[in-house]
């Protein structure tokens, strides 16, 4: 039998250490614990937001009303938008544009039939010139007056000169009379006597009734003279009564006269009216008559928008601070972004927007919570001939400088 073979040797292992070969480490002292630490850092954070706030809301104002570029977004190009309307009754003949035409100042937009007009216009003319053939007419018989006050005057002064020719004819032949009959008497007595001849007495007799007879007659005469003074006298302060009567109706015809020529000039608006023309360069919105269409006074026809426009920013009241009338501009429309528009600022509202509002707020009652205001701010471009490729309405961004 072979041999049984000798087990394998078990190789030797290190003993386990023993507390005499490597004794245990001590254990370490306990270090003294603070609570406060382990709230430090938050209370220096919360610290610091709190003066960030306070900084926030005691300067903020301050710092955004200091900046030399203030912008805003609150911004938008503005332009007169005038409606159109009719002034006068009538139905449209034609519409001479179409919607959003440009048009030029004094360009025929809409026009009504004038028919009624044209009438109207003649019947104010005839009127004016019977008024003028009126007061021609009363001139003519003022001078035909002055012609009658002269005749009676002429009348008065040949009256008068009657009266002076009767008179002295009269103390002429008052001196015949009373020497004809002395030179009667005296024959009579010669007679008496048979001194004188009958035919020497009939003579002094037939000479004293002569004169006595164109006495009376040159006395005649001077009743007749008086008489024709005294009527031509009556005469020319009649016409002269009659002529202060027509210079009245002068008077009355006159006003009559600027009466009539005051409805022919209303008559002539009227007329012009029936003509609505453009009041400027610019563009029509859409048309809202056609032809055919019969309108009433105060009818919008359509709705104009001139070339000259501006951009109206709202700027909050913080931004103000430094803003003035004349501070350069930058405009950005979002039209055509990249492209910059300079102006400059030519009004600043008198009121924040809210008070020019339908509604105006009244924070006098219930609860308040402060809210920025907006103050309108109106800038104008420098290139006005840029302003008339914009729209009213676009938004823009305006920036203004309130340092130069």
Request: glycine letters at 4%; aromatic letters at 4%.
């Given at each position: 039998?072979?041999?049984?073979?000798?087990?394998?040797?078990?190789p030797?292992?290190?003993?386990?250490?023993?507390p005499?070969n490597h004794?245990?480490?001590?254990?370490?002292?306990?270090?003294?614990?603070?609570?406060?630490?382990?709230?430090?850092?938050?209370?220096?954070?919360?610290l610091?937001?709190?003066?960030?706030?306070?900084?926030?809301?005691?300067?903020?104002?301050?710092?955004?009303?200091?900046?030399v570029?203030?912008?805003?977004?609150?911004?938008?190009?503005?332009?007169?938008l005038?409606?159109?309307?009719?002034?006068?009754?009538g139905i449209?003949?034609?519409?001479?544009?179409?919607?959003?035409?440009?048009?030029?100042?004094?360009d025929?937009?809409?026009?009504?039939?004038?028919?009624?007009?044209?009438?109207?216009?003649?019947?104010?003319?005839?009127?004016?010139?019977?008024?003028?053939?009126?007061?021609?007419?009363?001139?003519r018989?003022?001078?035909?007056q002055?012609?009658?006050?002269?005749?009676?005057?002429?009348?008065?002064d040949?009256?008068?000169?009657?009266?002076?020719?009767?008179?002295?004819?009269?103390?002429?032949?008052?001196?015949?009379?009373?020497?004809?009959?002395?030179?009667?008497?005296?024959?009579?007595?010669?007679l008496?006597t048979q001194?004188?001849t009958?035919?020497?007495?009939?003579?002094?007799?037939?000479?004293?009734?002569?004169?006595?007879?164109?006495?009376?007659?040159?006395?005649?005469?001077?009743?007749?003279?008086?008489?024709?003074?005294?009527?031509?006298?009556?005469?020319?302060?009649?016409?002269?009564?009659?002529?202060?009567v027509?210079?009245?109706?002068?008077q009355?015809?006159?006003a009559?006269?600027?009466?009539?020529?005051?409805?022919?000039?209303?008559?002539?608006?009227?007329?012009?009216?029936?003509k609505i023309?453009a009041?400027?360069?610019?563009?029509?919105?859409?048309?809202?008559?056609?032809?055919?269409?019969?309108?009433?006074?105060?009818?919008?026809?359509?709705?104009?928008?001139?070339?000259?426009?501006?951009?109206?920013?709202?700027?909050?009241?913080?931004?103000?601070?430094?803003?003035?009338?004349?501070?350069?501009?930058e405009?950005?429309?979002?039209?055509?972004?990249?492209?910059?528009?300079?102006?400059?600022?030519?009004e600043?509202?008198?009121?924040?927007?809210?008070?020019?509002?339908?509604?105006?707020?009244d924070?006098?009652?219930g609860?308040?919570t402060?809210?920025v205001?907006?103050?309108?701010?109106?800038?104008?471009?420098?290139?006005?001939?840029?302003?008339?490729?914009?729209?009213?309405g676009?938004?823009v961004?305006?920036?203004?400088?309130?340092?130069?």
């Amino acid at each position: 039998m072979a041999a049984a073979s000798s087990p394998a040797p078990i190789p030797a292992t290190n003993p386990a250490p023993t507390p005499a070969n490597h004794p245990e480490p001590a254990p370490a002292k306990a270090k003294p614990q603070w609570p406060w630490l382990n709230y430090a850092s938050p209370f220096f954070v919360l610290l610091l937001a709190v003066a960030v706030l306070i900084t926030l809301t005691r300067d903020w104002n301050a710092w955004e009303g200091g900046k030399v570029e203030q912008v805003t977004d609150d911004a938008f190009v503005r332009g007169d938008l005038t409606p159109l309307s009719t002034k006068v009754a009538g139905i449209v003949r034609s519409v001479k544009v179409s919607d959003y035409q440009r048009v030029h100042g004094g360009d025929l937009l809409v026009e009504l039939q004038d028919d009624d007009y044209q009438a109207q216009l003649a019947q104010a003319g005839a009127a004016v010139e019977a008024a003028k053939a009126a007061i021609e007419n009363n001139r003519r018989q003022r001078e035909l007056q002055d012609s009658r006050i002269q005749r009676a005057l002429a009348g008065i002064d040949q009256a008068k000169a009657q009266i002076t020719a009767a008179e002295a004819g009269i103390q002429a032949v008052q001196a015949d009379v009373v020497r004809t009959q002395a030179e009667r008497a005296r024959q009579e007595a010669l007679l008496a006597t048979q001194s004188a001849t009958k035919q020497k007495v009939e003579a002094a007799v037939a000479d004293e009734q002569r004169f006595a007879a164109q006495e009376a007659s040159r006395k005649a005469d001077l009743e007749q003279a008086k008489t024709a003074l005294r009527s031509n006298e009556i005469a020319v302060e009649s016409e002269r009564r009659s002529k202060a009567v027509l210079e009245s109706q002068e008077q009355q015809l006159v006003a009559d006269l600027h009466a009539k020529e005051a409805s022919l000039a209303v008559a002539k608006i009227n007329l012009g009216y029936t003509k609505i023309p453009a009041p400027a360069d610019g563009t029509v919105g859409e048309r809202q008559v056609r032809p055919g269409q019969l309108v009433s006074p105060g009818t919008q026809v359509l709705t104009f928008v001139p070339e000259t426009k501006w951009v109206q920013a709202n700027y909050r009241e913080t931004q103000l601070t430094n803003m003035k009338v004349g501070d350069p501009a930058e405009i950005r429309v979002d039209q055509y972004p990249g492209k910059v528009f300079h102006g400059k600022v030519l009004e600043i509202a008198p009121a924040s927007g809210s008070q020019f509002a339908l509604l105006p707020p009244d924070n006098a009652t219930g609860n308040f919570t402060k809210v920025v205001q907006r103050i309108p701010v109106k800038i104008a471009f420098d290139d006005a001939n840029l302003a008339s490729s914009l729209r009213p309405g676009l938004s823009v961004i305006a920036t203004v400088r309130t340092r130069h």
